[in-house]
């Protein structure tokens, strides 16, 4: 060993192991001893497994655990089950959640940090409701146990049957089972990696990061022994009903009755396996009983037990949701911690996650950023050169290369140059070269060829690029873009695009490119730079309503109640598309509509004047 690991050594032997150490650790103990192995943990960690053990300590107990496993010695003496619990509730101990949020708080960005605290916080709110939902129906016929008196009468047996058969412990038991699952943390851990691997694809992230199935079933199982004093209440009230359906019985047979009972002799866990059947209850309340007192105390014991069952139960859901949320704090922030540590170790910093979408953020480590922009600065300097030197064909070579790094790595994208991110200026080059060779197309009189340009350029665009870049570089702004592509869907009835005949008017495609910028503009991430300019949205807005596009677009674009100037619109219009007025009847509906309000205007003036008038005559008389 070098002088510098020995080093490393001593230092490492005063910090303490880590979360994601104590999981693998866990599960690496799992895997070699099966559920016996807690109790070789603590056998041979001296009777404590604190997680305040040094690291020098935690590796020499794994140490002495696997050459134990190697020997083939015993492995403990405790149950299986009993050990695991035991461990499951070790994890989700007040020490241990204070542990983890403070591990996670010193380990994660404060953006991360409170994102992940925040989501988790309502996930699990989200998940109680959702048990209380699907439980509440059951919950809602209590009424009727309370309708049977603590003396029950020939008259309310019906009463009392029903309220035996809410209490039944079987049929609890099976809606628990029903309604408490927990497997959705598993589906939503896998879904989420599928999700974020768009955002990090280099990482790999479904099969990186994926966890063995225990971690989960360890995780499921803790949440859910919170339900442990409901399930021994309703394991009391079992013990109840049969000895209350042993006493019914008994006297039954006791005032000699002949008529059918069907007793129930299967008991699982305890509990009662079904209804009283259609035995009358007032049989067993004859004043000429002599157990009549024995039958209502056990009545009385029986409703003890239920009630005891209902304050469990109610007391049960801020357990259950503290138990979900830290399961979820220790799935998520383990992931975090650990996406972290291998995003800075490629120079890369996480600084913003979206666990309900899926969306991570990130950017080029501090001190990398000044090689980046340096970066940037060579190929923006040398794109404005060829431009500026009409030099399109090595323009378009250098714009491509460029726009394949900045999209592989979003991370670069982040990179703030000039107030606008890297992101933004690839997209600005690459909408330069394209609405300069679409000009030149529809300058030769090849609209068609142009348009189908422009329909590609709206498909693909990953942002919207500000036009003002676009008018220093002397092409038209994507405003203009969009009022060609609109003439020529009009003049153009068997539009043809990728193979597709007949494209209907509501499916062009900068209706979708609005959409995406307006969501994401509204995302906790916007692209730094990124500007939709309202002589776009008025256009699309006027051209929504002439095409009678579908309400939902309209909602997109966040301005259904606004209507657009149609004026202003007109003239946009009619600069970039060049229309005929026999021709194109968005032009012509644009100048109806202005005519229209300039009428209704001029008509709502003079009836004012009018109405003026005439009240000014009458005061005047």
């Given at each position: 060993m070098s002088a510098n690991e020995r080093s490393n050594e001593g230092a490492n032997s005063q910090e303490r192991p880590t979360t994601e150490d104590w999981v693998r650790f866990w599960t690496e103990m799992r895997r070699l001893f099966g559920g016996a192995y807690a109790s070789v943990v603590r056998q041979e960690a001296g009777g404590s497994v604190s997680a305040a053990m040094t690291l020098a300590q935690f590796q020499e107990l794994r140490m002495r655990l696997y050459a134990r496993a190697r020997r083939g010695g015993p492995l403990g003496q405790l149950p299986a089950k009993a050990a695991e619990?035991?461990?499951?509730?070790?994890?989700?101990?007040?020490?241990?959640?204070?542990?983890?949020?403070?591990?996670?708080?010193?380990?994660?960005?404060?953006?991360?940090?409170?994102?992940?605290?925040e989501w988790a916080r309502a996930s699990s709110q989200q998940q109680i409701a959702s048990w209380q939902g699907r439980i509440r129906p059951r919950l809602e016929k209590v009424a009727w146990a309370k309708q049977a008196d603590n003396s029950p009468?020939?008259?309310?047996?019906?009463?009392?049957?029903?309220?035996y058969q809410l209490m039944n412990p079987k049929d609890w038991l099976d809606s628990f089972k029903a309604t408490f699952e927990v497997s959705d943390i598993r589906l939503g851990y896998n879904r989420f990696l599928r999700s974020a691997n768009s955002s990090l694809p280099f990482l790999d992230l479904p099969n990186r990061y994926q966890l063995p199935e225990a971690s989960f079933k360890a995780l499921e199982a803790g949440v859910l022994l919170g339900l442990t004093q409901v399930y021994e209440a309703l394991g009391q009230l079992?013990?109840?009903?049969?000895?209350?359906?042993?006493?019914?019985?008994?006297?039954?047979?006791?005032?000699?009755?002949?008529?059918?009972?069907?007793?129930?002799?299967?008991?699982?866990?305890?509990?009662?396996?079904g209804p009283l059947g259609s035995l009358a209850a007032g049989l067993f309340f004859n004043p000429l009983a002599e157990d009549r007192q024995r039958v209502r105390e056990g009545h009385n014991q029986v409703l003890a037990a239920w009630e005891l069952f209902l304050n469990r139960l109610d007391s049960c859901w801020p357990a259950l949701e503290a138990r979900y949320r830290h399961a979820l704090m220790c799935l998520y922030g383990g992931l975090m911690l650990r996406l972290v540590q291998d995003l800075r170790s490629?120079?890369?910093?996480?600084?913003?996650?979206?666990?309900?979408?899926?969306?991570?953020?990130?950017?080029?480590?501090?001190n990398d950023i000044d090689r980046v922009i340096s970066w940037a600065h060579n190929w923006s300097t040398k794109l404005d050169d060829l431009i500026s030197a009409n030099a399109w064909s090595e323009a378009e070579m250098v714009s491509r290369e460029v726009a394949k790094a900045v999209l592989a790595q979003p991370h670069v994208g982040r990179v703030v140059y000039r107030d606008r991110s890297l992101l933004c200026w690839s997209v600005i080059y690459r909408t330069v070269l394209v609405f300069h060779h679409a000009q030149d197309l529809w300058s030769n009189g090849r609209k068609r060829e142009a348009a189908g340009l422009y329909w590609k350029w709206f498909e693909e665009s990953p942002v919207c690029p500000d036009d003002q870049a676009l008018l220093q570089r002397k092409v038209l702004p994507v405003h203009a873009a969009a009022s060609r592509l609109i003439n020529q869907l009009l003049r153009n009835s068997d539009w043809i695009s990728e193979g597709k005949q007949g494209v209907s008017l509501s499916e062009a495609p900068f209706f979708k490119f609005l959409g995406r910028r307006v969501q994401a503009r509204q995302s906790p991430f916007p692209w730094q730079g990124e500007v939709i300019a309202p002589a776009l949205v008025r256009l699309l807005v006027s051209y929504a309503s002439f095409a009678r596009v579908k309400p939902g677009v309209l909602n997109t674009l966040n301005k259904r109640e606004k209507r657009a100037s149609y004026v202003s619109v007109a003239r946009l219009y009619r600069r970039a598309a060049r229309p005929r007025w026999s021709e194109d009847p968005f032009y012509r509906w644009l100048v109806w509509r202005f005519l229209r309000a300039t009428l209704l205007w001029v008509g709502s003036a003079v009836a004012l004047g009018s109405v003026a008038w005439l009240i000014a005559t009458v005061a005047i008389k």
């Open positions: 619990r035991d461990l499951i509730e070790e994890w989700f101990s007040p020490d241990s959640v204070e542990k983890l949020q403070e591990s996670l708080r010193k380990g994660l960005p404060t953006a991360v940090y409170d994102a992940l605290v009468r020939q008259g309310n047996s019906a009463a009392l049957r029903a309220a079992a013990m109840r009903l049969s000895s209350q359906v042993k006493l019914l019985k008994e006297v039954k047979e006791a005032l000699g009755f002949n008529i059918g009972f069907k007793l129930v002799a299967k008991l699982v866990g305890g509990a009662i396996a490629a120079g890369i910093d996480l600084i913003g996650v979206d666990l309900g979408t899926g969306q991570i953020t990130t950017t080029v480590a501090e």
